[in-house]
Each structure stands twice: as structure tokens, then as C-alpha cells.
């Protein structure tokens, strides 16, 4: 009952906060014209309001909470906003029926970026905003909540210990808690400012500069043209956006420590080797795509194939999901490189999803070390990581992620190819649900949506997304809480 009481209290804060951007929404609608999107978000907001003051207002704060109500907190919390998200896209209608806009909403919390739009433009400004809201909202929750996992040993408040993320992305944070949430916050919100700028200037009327710096930031994918960036056919807004999109694929303490360097950590983008080891792997996957592109006789001209190849490369590795191109027109060995793109994506500590380059670079080093055992079976050489030394249970740890993230896009492969899916677009489908990525192959792919899947198979997408956004293990420990107290 107190675990149910407290998770009753957080999801009242969350849903706040969730009425702060719908009215801001709204705000937007009365200002173009009083679109049509300006009742639904209006009645949306105050049914947000009075549901999170409701929460507030039957349950008391705690003073500690323990690990196991943490997990309970944010899963419910993150279910509670993907569920009232959806409520301004249900009033609104036309293609939003109940499972569209839940789809819509979990696709954009979880900064996935996959669609059931077949038309995107002729939604209106206010419920456009919104949707790309809910992205940013996403990449927000993200990094906040980790500031919130952070403490110091003189901290005896309990605070929600590993529930959203794991180990592995506190790697480069020190201080106290409550710096993390303002440093944090003024990387995530001074990137977002600083590409919405760059894109205005780069000829963006100022709502698709600041909409497309915010999906760009949160590395969603939401775009407000139904070509998503091809629409715009500029390089100048390509390459800035590639920039905020490798940004945002990198763990968000490093960018802070660049610019903010401190005594108590001297780590940095320039210094640290995991980003290197990912800007490294992006450049040989742009290449590799860039001169079998032109082998193929995809593109004429390496300007041409190498333009189209890094802006496709770096939005899929950081699992943003915009498009140029329609990559099902490439070549199997150019769909290989994005699969495995899809699959490993950015650096922990940022709003990416996927496996992680960390967990990969880790792994790899651990089974290296365990293939050395297999000559000198009493002696193990402990992985080293940005100076940091890894014991056999972390990494052992990582294994396991992997593993059971592989199994997943597998069981998930299983389902959409039993929903009639060939095996390229189910697997592709899976890995990109999975990890945030949005955009797969076939009917799902760059320039496709997933309109098409039946409403359990869009309702087996949102879990996907789930899964993967809080990275498995919290909605798994609160399944098997609940069922073991059964």
C-alpha cells in the first residue's frame, strides 16, 4: 500500500508537469488562428490538471523510498504520461483513433519517432507542437531522472536508485544531486536553443526550427513535413542538424564538463575514449555507405552519396530516425550497416536509446579478458575503462543486458513476422521499436509509417518502445514484484 501510495504521489507530479506543456500547446493554437487542435488541447489540460492534483492531494510525501517502490515510480509514471499524452490526439480525431494516439504518444515519450501520420502537415500547429512536446518531454525525463538517481553518502534521503538507467550512464557525474538536475538541464536546454538558432538561420521559419531542434535534441525524429528533412533539401540544415543529433547521442556530463570544466572531474568529449570510440565507429559506417553507394551506382557523385550516407548514418546511430533518402532503395550491405546502427546507437547518459557504444566497448573488452582465462584459468585481468576498472559482475552485468536485449528483438521479430511481416521489415521493425529508432525497412521504412500494422501490432510496438526507453529491467522487476506477490 505505501509503495502504491508514493507511486500515486510521483505520477500526480508528473502529470504537473504534463499540463504545463498542453496549455503551452493550446497557447499555440489561439495564436494560429485558434486552430483546430484548440479545444482538445484545452480539455486535455484541464483533465491533467485536476488527475495530477487529485494524486497530490490523496497521498502524503515520503521522507525514503526504497529501491523497489524507485522501479514502481517510474515505470507508473511513464505509463501515466504516455497514457494522458494521448488524450489531446483522442479529442482531436480523424486518423487518431484510441491505439493511433497511444501509439503517437508512447512513440514520442519514448523519443522513438515512429508514426501512424499519412499526412503530417495537415495536422495543425497546436497538436504538432504538442507531439514534438512529448519527445522533448522524453529527453527530459531522461535526463533528470538520472540527476535524480545520483547522491552523495551524505545524502539520507532515498532516491530512486537505478530505476530508469543503468550504472553504466552515472559513469562521468560527480557532485551533488540537485547540481546535476540545473547542469543537465542547461546542456539539454542550451543545445536545443543553440540548433533552433542555427536552424532559423539556416532559412527555418521559426516554428520548424524550434519544433525540429527539439525532436532533433531528443533525438526523436518528429518532423513536421511529410518528407521529414528531404522536405527542406538543404545542406546547411542537414549538417547542423547531424551535429545536434551526434550532441545529443553523447553522454550529457561530458558536453557539460567541456564547457564547464571543474577540478573534480577532468573527464570531457576531448579526452574520453568511449566517445571517440563512437564518433570513430559513425565515420567508418559513413564511409563504408558513402563509396558502396557509389560502387552501386545508388548516387553519381561522392558529394552526393557521401551528403546523403552521414546525414542518414548519424541520425540513425543516435536513433533520431530523420530522413533524406528512402533507404529501402539501397543495397543490402548499406541496410546491414543501419541495422547494426539501430542496434548499438549512442553513448549512455544521453537521450539515445539502443544498446549503447559503452555497453558494446565493454562487453567486447570483457569477453577478450575471458578468452585470456581460458590459458591462465586462476588469473583475470580486470577491464579498464576511461580509467575507470570494471569487476567481473559488472561486466557480467552488461552480458546480460545484451542477451536479454537480444532476445527481445528476436521475440519481437517472431510476433511481427507471425503478423504477416516479411523477415526484413519484422526484424528491422523490432530493433528499431526497441531502440527507439523509428524507422526500419519495408512498410516501416524512411519515408513509410506504421499505419499500416493492425492495432495489435501497434499495441505490441508501444511495448517495444517501452521496453526499451526505461531499458528493460524496471518494467520487468515491477511484472515480476506483482506477480510474486500474487
Known amino acids: 500500500m505505501d509503495i502504491f501510495k508514493i507511486t500515486i504521489r510521483f505520477v500526480g507530479f508528473t ?13 499555440i493554437a489561439f495564436v494560429d488562428h485558434r486552430d483546430a487542435s484548440l479545444f482538445p488541447l484545452l480539455i486535455s489540460s484541464g483533465v491533467t490538471l485536476a488527475a495530477g492534483l487529485a494524486c497530490l492531494l490523496s497521498t502524503k510525501a515520503r521522507q525514503r523510498i526504497d529501491r523497489k517502490a524507485g522501479y514502481f515510480i517510474v515505470t507508473f509514471c511513464w505509463l501515466a504520461a504516455c497514457l494522458f499524452g494521448a488524450l489531446p490526439f483522442v479529442l482531436y480525431g480523424r486518423e487518431f483513433t484510441f491505439v493511433n494516439a497511444l501509439f503517437e504518444s508512447v512513440s514520442g515519450f519514448t523519443t522513438s519517432g515512429a508514426s501512424i501520420l499519412n499526412d503530417i502537415e495537415a495536422v495543425p500547429k497546436g497538436l504538432l507542437f504538442w507531439r514534438i512536446a512529448t ?22 534521503q532515498a532516491q530512486l536508485a537505478g530505476m530508469e538507467l543503468s550504472s553504466i550512464a552515472k559513469e562521468y557525474y ?37 519544433t525540429h531542434a527539439m525532436s532533433a535534441c531528443s533525438t526523436c525524429g518528429f518532423s513536421t513535413k511529410n518528407l521529414s528533412i528531404a522536405a527542406f533539401d538543404s545542406e546547411a540544415i542537414e549538417a547542423i ?13 561530458l558536453i557539460f564538463a567541456t564547457f564547464w570544466p571543474s577540478v573534480s572531474n577532468r573527464k570531457n568529449l576531448f579526452n574520453t575514449k568511449i566517445v571517440r570510440v563512437f564518433l570513430g565507429a559513425v565515420l567508418i559506417g ?10 552501386f551506382g545508388t548516387y553519381g557523385t561522392f558529394r552526393e552519396a557521401f551528403r546523403v550516407a552521414s546525414f542518414q548514418m548519424c541520425s540513425i546511430s543516435t536513433t533520431t530516425g530523420f530522413a533524406t533518402a528512402d533507404t529501402n532503395l539501397w543495397p543490402g550491405f548499406c541496410k546491414a550497416i543501419i541495422l547494426i546502427g539501430s542496434l548499438v546507437c549512442g553513448c549512455s547518459g544521453s537521450t539515445s536509446g539502443g544498446i549503447k557504444i559503452d555497453r558494446v566497448w565493454m562487453a567486447m573488452k570483457g569477453s577478450s579478458e575471458m578468452f585470456k582465462t581460458l590459458m591462465h584459468p586462476y588469473k583475470y585481468g580486470y577491464v579498464r575503462m576511461d580509467g575507470s576498472t570494471k569487476t567481473e559482475g559488472e561486466v557480467a552485468s552488461v552480458m ?13 521479430m517472431v510476433v511481427y513476422t507471425a503478423g504477416g511481416m516479411d523477415f526484413q521489415t519484422g526484424l528491422s521493425a523490432s530493433i528499431a521499436c526497441i531502440g527507439n529508432v523509428g524507422p526500419g525497412f519495408g ?42 506477490k500474487n
Open 241 to 253: 542538424l547531424s551535429v545536434s543529433m551526434l550532441l545529443a547521442g553523447i553522454n550529457f556530463s
Open 135 to 156: 519527445a522533448w518531454i522524453g529527453g527530459v525525463g531522461v535526463v533528470s531522472l538520472i540527476s535524480i538517481v545520483i547522491s552523495t553518502r551524505n545524502d539520507k
Open 174 to 210: 560527480r557532485g551533488r544531486r540537485k547540481q546535476f538536475v540545473y547542469r543537465l538541464l542547461a546542456v539539454y536546454v542550451g543545445l536545443t536553443l543553440a540548433s533552433s538558432i542555427g536552424l532559423h538561420l539556416a532559412g527555418m521559419t521559426w516554428f520548424d526550427a524550434i
Open 400 to 412: 546480460t543486458f545484451i542477451m536479454l536485449y537480444i532476445l527481445i528483438v528476436g521475440l519481437g
Open 443 to 484: 512498410e516501416v521504412g524512411s519515408m513509410g509509417n506504421y499505419a499500416g500494422l493492425s492495432d495489435f501490432m501497434k499495441l505490441f510496438s508501444t511495448v517495444l518502445m517501452l521496453f526499451g526507453r526505461l531499458e528493460i529491467y524496471p518494467i520487468l522487476i515491477v511484472i515480476g514484484s506483482v506477480f510474486r
Open 286 to 295: 559513413i564511409l563504408c555507405m558513402t563509396l558502396y553507394l557509389l560502387w
Open 15 to 27: 502529470l504537473l508537469g504534463l499540463f504545463l506543456l498542453i496549455a503551452f500547446s493550446a497557447l
